[in-house]
């Protein structure tokens, strides 16, 4: 054991290492060439060959680190002016903010669009001039913030603009931009000004949410918003015929259409997720091509009894394929090894049970599939059949899987037997009928869907901190005690409604590479970024699943390709720089009037917990020691309520 984690931790101190020394010279380099590009340099003075920008007593004036990487460049009002050097910035990999606001830059737009990694731009207040390409934001689809007001830029606003799937804010005020508006309005925005432009024709009905204000100071432009109506002549010349009679259902406006048709298609894009898993279980032949993405294998839905004896879809799978191969190698099933019993409370069984037990494709996901399938002796089981999972070897394996097949705690799911073979291993799990989280705040619409209100969402909150709280406690020595906390891995106990963790653990037996794969954890920012994993990835992962729970939002962090789903880590941020908090909250739960602000100190939690600089997120027991003074407000009937509903 002391030699895995050895290896885990020199494994990770090695990727560390390595960046931190190639990293920050390169990043020394490309600052002082930017510096060059730069007119009236003053304020830089601290910028030096002999010195690092991020190490030592004195970091550079304006520049943000992050473990020793430059992040971002903070230069606002610094007096600079001159030909930004973009080429030098594009040599800072880990850049993702740029602030030159209220300098004195003049002329075109430089070349920013070639940092495709850049999240954040403020070029406020200088006299930048000139029109910008329509196509210029096009590879820069990790924008959230772009602020472009206060310059002189004329022409057309770019049409790109409407492209970037996770813009927040945009703000284009006080320029000189004219003609009609861009169709955008994506709904991660949530500030927006183009006041004192020179736009005309009518506001797009997508950004019907911002008022007046953002709008003031533009002749031409009509709509509610500037109380001007928009006459024939803008109803002629819009070719979409957009205008129309509001009264008129049959006769929507285009605009609400293409809004309508985004709903549509996020939510198929929701509906594929969940929905895969039904696919799956019809074509079990092609199981491994879909849902990969949003979807784990630990995802169990509930499958109508009925469904499961009347179609004779009972075929065998997973341990019966391994089977055929065996033999095909000449040995018997007897020789494959055994099933392992790590946790006999659900009774013992061998492989022969697995193989004769009929299967049932669940569904599929990064670090494998998962079936469901009969015991002889009556036990629902789930079998997840896992890729890879060779970073220790067998006896390593054995010793990791005994050791979770020893916890028990009310909110953790512990795995009843494994089976081992280097190509694939089989983990065997008690089958919860109720399902995921997941499958319950967004697969599901039905009336006990109605129920999952205020208290039963706190509860389930809780309880996944305190098996959160006992992992960190009984796993202390792993990187990521849990390591793939998601909605999907967190299942709900039909009896009490406690939340049950599963797929925790593994991290001592997933290598790096496929964790970041296919574990969440991996997915925190500082994994993502410096490949920095610790405790604090599973703080993030947390906070993920309480802005999710609070908001009734398919988090976009679940996904890997970053289309579809919210931005919940953004929106939330957006939401409380504004005192915009109660907007957030999933409807179903918003009308508990009495507990808003308990429910906007969770969502407080949540943000803590999702905060991009790990040292700035508390560690887990802070987190905990927080989520638990949450109370149901109000009255303690709805507790009562709440008992009953789960008790069916
Ligand atoms: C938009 O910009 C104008 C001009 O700078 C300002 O007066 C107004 O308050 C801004 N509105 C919003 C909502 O930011
Ligand atoms: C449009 O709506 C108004 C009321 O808002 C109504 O008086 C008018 O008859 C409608 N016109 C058409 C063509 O439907």
Not at 80 to 96: F, K, Q
Not at 200 to 225: M, R, T, V, Y
Not at 552 to 571: A, I, M, R, S
Request: with cysteine.
């Amino acid at each position: 054991m002391a030699a895995v984690r050895f290896l885990c931790q020199s494994l990770f101190l090695f990727f560390s290492l390595s960046r931190l020394a190639l990293g920050s010279s390169s990043d020394v380099e490309a600052l002082l060439k930017l510096k060059k590009s730069f007119v009236n340099t003053k304020a830089l003075d601290s910028w030096t060959t002999d010195s690092f920008p991020c190490t030592g007593n004195t970091p550079w004036a304006g520049v943000v680190c992050f473990n020793g990487f430059v992040t971002g460049l903070r230069l606002a009002s610094m007096g600079l002016s001159g030909n930004i050097d973009t080429e030098a910035l594009n040599e800072i990999p880990g850049l993702r903010t740029l602030n030159f606001k209220n300098n004195a830059f003049t002329g075109p737009i430089p070349a920013f669009n070639r940092l495709i990694a850049l999240k954040v731009i403020y070029l406020s207040g200088n006299r930048f001039s000139g029109g910008i390409p329509s196509n210029y934001f096009l590879n820069m689809d990790s924008l959230k913030k772009v602020w472009l007001s206060g310059n002189e830029f004329t022409g057309k606003i770019p049409e790109s603009l409407a492209k970037l799937s996770h813009l927040i804010e945009l703000h284009l005020e006080d320029n000189h931009f004219s003609g009609h508006i861009p169709d955008i309005g994506q709904p991660s925005l949530v500030s927006l000004n183009m006041s004192n432009n020179k736009l005309e024709g009518e506001i797009p009905a997508s950004l019907s949410k911002f008022g007046s204000s953002c709008f003031a100071g533009n002749g031409g432009l009509c709509g509610s918003q500037v109380g001007k109506k928009c006459g024939v002549d803008a109803m002629a010349e819009d070719s979409i015929g957009a205008i129309s009679n509001r009264s008129n259902p049959n006769n929507a406006p285009e605009h609400n259409n293409v809004a309508a048709a985004a709903l549509t298609l996020v939510m198929v894009v929701l509906l594929l997720g969940v929905g895969a898993i039904f696919i799956l279980r019809k074509r079990e032949d092609k199981f491994n091509v879909l849902g990969r993405e949003n979807l784990d294998h630990a995802v169990e839905v509930h499958v109508p009894s009925s469904v499961h004896s009347k179609k004779g879809d009972s075929v065998r799978r997973g341990a019966d394929s391994s089977s055929k191969r065996g033999s095909q190698n000449g040995k018997s099933a007897a020789s494959m090894g055994e099933l392992v019993i790590v946790n006999d409370e659900k009774g013992v069984f061998g492989l022969p049970d697995l193989m004769k037990a009929a299967a049932e494709v669940l569904g599929t996901g990064g670090l494998g599939s998962a079936y469901k399938a009969v015991m002889s002796n009556g036990v629902t089981v789930v079998v997840k059949r896992m890729k890879d999972m060779n970073r220790v070897g067998k006896d390593g394996f054995d010793m990791e899987m005994r050791r979770i097949g020893g916890l028990r705690h009310p909110n953790v799911l512990t795995p009843l037997a494994y089976y081992y073979r280097k190509e694939e291993k089989l983990l065997v799990y008690e089958y919860i009928n109720k399902g995921s989280l997941l499958y319950l705040l967004h697969g599901d619409r039905g009336p006990s869907h109605a129920e999952f209100n205020w208290p039963a969402r706190l509860k389930i909150v809780q309880g996944i901190a305190r098996g959160m709280g006992y992992l960190h406690t009984e796993l202390a020595s792993l990187d990521l005690p849990h390591g793939n906390l998601k909605s999907s891995n967190i299942l709900l106990n039909p009896n009490d409604g406690e939340p049950l963790l599963s797929d925790y653990g593994f991290c001592a037996v997933v290598s790096p590479t496929q964790g970041a794969q296919a574990m969440f954890a991996y997915k925190a920012p500082e994994s993502l970024q410096y490949r920095h994993v610790s405790p604090k990835c599973d703080v993030y992962c947390l906070g993920i699943v309480i802005l999710e729970i609070l908001t009734g939002k398919f988090p976009c962090q679940y996904l890997n390709n970053g289309k579809g789903g919210t931005d919940v880590v953004e929106w939330v941020l957006s939401a409380m720089s504004e005192k915009r908090e109660r907007e957030l909250f999933d409807p179903e739960i918003a009308s508990a009037t009495n507990s808003l602000g308990e429910m906007e100190r969770l969502l407080h939690i949540g943000a803590a917990c999702t905060e991009s600089v790990p040292e700035q997120r508390p560690d887990m027991k802070e987190a905990i020691r927080r989520i638990e003074e949450v109370q149901v407000e109000g009255s303690n009937n709805e507790g009562g309520g709440l008992q009953s509903q789960w008790m069916v």
